[in-house]
């Protein structure tokens, strides 16, 4: 009986990664759901095993935490779907591993633009993300086109839950 046990779940974990969906799944589980809060990267190993301060203190509401089955449990990411990162620094002071922090070295990631998918790179006029970004990082040319200014942008992610296409989005790791 314990044999055919053994043989049944071989043969699940078998077919979960023979079919699409279920490569997906492994695929979502190991990598982060998103970018950690900006001064975390240097306590992430300790994340694993705290009381999740950092979620609570948060007033936009944005720190989320890894569920207990993904690879990264325990860790905080940021969920950009409603609104983006203030650098208030509440995160980093209610965190019990991080003693002092520069705002200066406030670290997300990269906002990426898809031009394939971005609708004024294809013909369609859009400025839907340009009036969320107080820093003026996104501006169109003279064809209508977004661009980006990479040396103004802090990748705070204001301007991600605008865009009807999802062409915004932030690289990390
Ligand atoms: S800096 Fe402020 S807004 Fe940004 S994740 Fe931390 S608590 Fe939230
Ligand atoms: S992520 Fe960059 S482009 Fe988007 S609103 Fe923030 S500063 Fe502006
Ligand atoms: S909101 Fe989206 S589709 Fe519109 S210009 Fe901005 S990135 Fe492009």
């Known amino acids: 009986m314990r044999e055919q046990t053994d043989i049944g779940r071989r043969g699940l974990l078998t077919g979960s990664f023979l079919t699409r969906k279920g490569r997906e799944n492994i695929e979502r589980r190991q990598q982060a759901l998103g970018p950690a809060p900006p001064w975390h990267q240097a306590v992430i190993e300790a994340c694993a095993t705290c009381n999740k301060e950092c979620a609570a203190a948060c007033p936009q ?9 993904h690879a990264h449990a325990g860790r905080p990411w940021l969920q950009f779907s409603t609104t983006g990162c ?30 394939a ?21 996104l501006q169109m040319d003279e064809r ?12 705070c992610g204001m301007c991600i839950q605008v865009c009807p296409v999802n062409a915004l989005d932030i690289q990390f790791g």
């Open 86 to 115: 203030t650098f208030c620094g509440d995160c980093a002071e209610a965190c019990p591993s991080i003693e002092s922090y520069d705002r200066e070295l406030a670290s997300i990631g990269d906002l990426q633009l898809n031009t």
């Open 117 to 137: 998918t971005c609708l004024a790179w294809n013909g369609v006029f859009c400025m839907s993300c340009i009036g969320k970004c107080d820093v003026r990082a």
């Open 61 to 69: 509401g944005i720190v989320r935490i890894h569920p207990d089955d």
């Open 144 to 155: 209508r086109r977004l661009v980006m200014q990479d040396n103004l942008c802090t990748s």
